[in-house]
């Protein structure tokens, strides 16, 4: 009975898991409930397992409410004084992102 505690795969994993529930929150966009709560499963596991959401999965939901963005339904995008600005329509919370374009991993 071995026990592997320590290593490499529990992140990854948790990572893989992350990634599959955001595939199904983007499956599920036209019933906004359940995609929003794929959204916070995955984000609970990323935090119990301390793994951090890549970028894209970071800005494919609202940090308030948890909504997954659909462009042109429930996402409003503006770029301003090099900024880009995200609105959420159904909480209406406001995500910034600034405009640099130093090398982003991807
Ligand atoms: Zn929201």
Do not use: W
Request: hydrophobic share 35%; net charge positive.
């Amino acid at each position: 009975m071995a026990k592997a505690e320590k290593g490499v795969s529990t992140k990854k994993i948790a990572q893989e898991r992350i990634d599959i529930l955001f595939e199904r929150a983007k499956e599920a966009q036209n019933e906004p409930e359940l995609s929003a709560r794929y959204v916070s499963l995955a984000r609970e596991m990323a935090m119990k397992q301390r793994v951090r959401l890549v970028k894209c999965h970071r800005r494919s939901f609202c940090p308030s409410c948890h909504a997954y963005f659909i462009p042109g339904e429930n996402l409003r995008v503006r770029i301003q004084h090099g900024k880009i600005i995200y609105t959420c329509g159904i909480c209406g919370a406001v995500t910034r992102i600034p405009l640099n374009k130093k090398s982003e991993p991807r």
